[in-house]
């Protein structure tokens, strides 16, 4: 089995709804596209990712909203380097269709209040649902590593709760130590660092915002 050196994970770059969050009674949030900051955004994690890549193959899953495609155009990687595949598992949180902005930001207060793991939005997922299909990726990517030939990098262009978690079932994080994380910003990355002992370690932690509350084992 060729596993990978170093799994990199990427958010996108700041999008039109980062922006201005009524932009979602308008547009669908598949199709919102990078601010100009946001584009600045993923040509400078580009930067920084060519550094550490160098001339190595890279194996690359975007989601398929437009954003995280464009973030991944904007990075300038060495399209010879590069393995690109659309992956959908790897999209946003869905909130249902075209949004009411001022019911969206409550039902945000009741997700805060309520966990943002169980929380399901009216029309949409939960995180616990992104957490499902997260898991069923990681399934697909782990048998892609059985490939002799399989890049030394893996590269996913996403969002940032997708981000956290995929990063809570590498882990086998609890619920409680998820909640209490914050989302990467925008153009930001997170790395899992294959170590001499054949275990990942993140590079650099999330941000919390609180402790975790642990809930002990329930039987």
Request: charged share 30%; hydrophobic share 30%.
């Amino acid at each position: 089995m060729a596993r990978p050196r170093r799994i990199v994970l990427i958010r996108h770059g700041e999008s039109e709804g980062n922006h201005d969050d009524t932009v979602y009674e308008r547009e669908p949030d598949h199709a919102l596209r990078l601010t100009e900051k946001g584009r600045r955004q993923a040509e400078e994690a580009g930067a920084r990712l060519r550094e550490v890549f160098g001339d190595e193959r890279v194996s690359a899953y975007v989601s398929p909203y437009r954003r995280t495609h464009q973030t991944f155009q904007a990075l300038g990687l060495e399209p010879s380097l590069v393995r690109v595949r659309e992956e959908p598992r790897l999209r946003e949180q869905d909130w249902g269709n075209w949004q009411d902005a001022a019911d969206v930001r409550l039902q945000k207060v009741y997700r805060d209040a309520y966990g943002h793991f169980f929380y399901r939005f009216a029309q949409g997922e939960s995180g616990a649902d992104v957490y499902d299909r997260v898991g069923a990726f990681l399934e697909s990517l782990h048998r892609s590593f059985e490939a002799p030939d399989h890049p030394p990098n893996v590269l996913l262009i996403t969002h940032g709760l997708t981000m956290r978690l995929f990063c809570m079932r590498w882990f086998h994080w609890s619920v409680a130590e998820f909640e209490c994380l914050c989302n990467p910003g925008n153009g930001e990355s997170r790395t899992l660092v294959l170590g001499t002992n054949g275990k990942y370690q993140l590079d650099r932690p999330f941000e919390r915002w609180c402790t975790p509350e642990s809930y002990g084992a329930t039987g």
